[in-house]
């Protein structure tokens, strides 16, 4: 193992508290969370509350499901994310064409019905943004800066010129939100799922950087091993990376992939991050994951190029799972934090209870792929619920209340706190429910909810803490 140099996590990561909320699950006017007024919004309650962070969930565009990490790109981002009202703002349509849809202004994210709303004003900018010509040098700018992932993204959409102003519009909106949020103290942190799906613009366009056979299909797919709640283990279908063509460029496609979620986001969680260490490969016409093997990955020289490219590691890895000590080595050898989700600290293993949680971390009550607090309390059986009042004194309608203030009692310089836990919500307010397909990915808050007592009760629990941030 090469021996690194990464800056000190303190320097990285001071002692701060944050909010963890989907782009999507924002309120607005057109069916989903956007970048338009409220995302600014949202960002000044989060300063209000004492927040140093805003982690979403990725970005790019919605794959199968509504699931973010299913993307077809690793780089793009998803138009539905564009605010109309930012299109009136830039002259491109009128106040008339955004006038939203009574059913489409609260409630759950209902993503057909939003497409469908989105998807011919959309066109109309596109038609305007055309006949307008002399598109600037921010254009041409962001096309040659972008030119590596943003052709072969263009290339495959049905009309390459409206794909490319749409990622344009994205971007410039998105500057926008992060120029917001840096002013006020808020930085955001991204989500990277460590693979790519085989439909993706990614593998279409660089077939070499995978495992593929000559007709292009994968020779194996990623997955999981068998356990208990699954004796078939998992079969996630993605192809694996063909690591000695990535070695041969110097990881080029893994350089460009997180310089543009650092453009976009100050920090990246890296999901399953496992996979830097060790990854489960299937064999593709397996029925299931039996037969699959761990393989090992480059982890070492692939953090060294990611370090060399980025001055540095602003990354967080995911090591929860199947982890080793390996992975955990990996992880310590470049000083990155790991996570704990205080869910499961109550329990036999004290892996993630909350006195066994160290400074290097970033600690959550619990995260979109948990239940609620208030929903996991409800399904506890009764010696978890005992252990979970003896070590924090609470229960019941407290629950959520209580995960918060344990969570940033840790000594993790991060705690980040499930927006729906913030607001003490029960199961129906459930981000994702993994493996299952239906109902995910569609929770929203409604504005009347982001309150200032609540802002100024979790500025307070954070200052109680030491996790506020000079401003």
Avoid at 50 to 56: D, K
Avoid at 256 to 269: K, M, S
Avoid at 299 to 328: C, I, K
Wanted: net charge negative; aromatic share 10%.
């Amino acid at each position: 193992m090469s021996t690194p140099e990464p800056a000190s996590f303190t320097a990285l990561f001071p002692r701060a508290g944050g909010i963890l909320a989907p782009l999507s699950s924002l309120p607005g006017r057109h069916g989903i969370g956007d970048l338009g007024p409220e995302s600014l919004r949202f960002v000044d309650w989060l300063a209000s509350a004492g927040a140093s962070w805003w982690q979403m969930l990725p970005v790019g565009p919605i794959g199968p499901g509504n699931s973010p990490y299913a993307s077809s790109s690793a780089f793009a981002g998803e138009p539905l994310y564009l605010s109309l009202e930012r299109l009136v703002d830039d002259g491109l349509l009128s106040a008339a064409d955004v006038s939203g849809r009574r059913d489409l202004k609260a409630g759950n994210v209902q993503y057909a019905e939003v497409r469908r709303f989105k998807e011919p004003r959309f066109d109309k900018a596109f038609a305007a943004w055309q006949k307008r010509g002399d598109h600037g040098d921010d254009f041409d700018a962001f096309c040659d800066r972008n030119a590596g992932w943003l052709d072969a993204w263009c290339d495959a959409a049905e009309d390459a010129e409206r794909a490319r102003f749409l990622q344009y519009a994205f971007d410039r909106q998105w500057r926008g939100l992060k120029h917001h949020a840096a002013e006020r103290g808020v930085r955001l942190m991204g989500d990277a799922p460590i693979f790519v799906g085989l439909e993706s613009v990614d593998v279409r366009s660089s077939p070499e950087l995978f495992r593929l056979d000559a007709d292009g299909r994968p020779e194996v797919v990623t997955g999981v091993p068998p356990d208990d709640m699954n004796p078939g283990g998992q079969m996630w279908g993605h192809p694996h990376y063909a690591w000695d063509a990535h070695r041969e460029d110097d990881f080029a496609w893994w350089r460009a992939r997180l310089r543009r979620q650092i453009d976009l986001f100050d920090a990246v969680r890296i999901d399953h991050f496992i996979g830097f260490r060790n990854a489960f490969e299937v064999p593709a016409d397996a029925p299931d994951a039996r037969d699959g093997v761990w393989a090992e990955t480059p982890g070492e020289e692939l953090l060294d190029a990611l370090r060399d490219e980025l001055d540095g590691l602003p990354l967080v890895a995911e090591d929860l799972g199947s982890v080793t000590e390996e992975v955990y080595a990996l992880r310590d050898a470049y000083e990155l934090p790991g996570m704990r989700v205080l869910q499961w600290g109550f329990g036999p293993d004290a892996f993630h209870a909350p006195h066994a949680v160290p400074e290097n971390a970033v600690v959550y009550p619990a995260t979109h792929d948990n239940d609620t607090c208030v929903g996991w309390w409800r399904s506890l059986d009764p010696a978890t619920k005992r252990r979970f009042r003896a070590a924090t004194g609470g229960e019941g309608k407290t629950v959520a209340a209580t995960m918060r203030r344990v969570a940033c009692a840790t000594p993790a310089h991060t705690a980040l706190v499930q927006l729906q836990d913030l607001l003490g919500l029960g199961r129906a307010a459930r981000t994702n429910t993994p493996g299952t397909a239906q109902g995910n990915w569609v929770w929203r808050v409604m504005r009347r909810d982001l309150t200032a007592p609540r802002a100024r009760r979790f500025r307070e629990l954070l200052e109680a803490t030491d996790r506020l941030p000079d401003r």
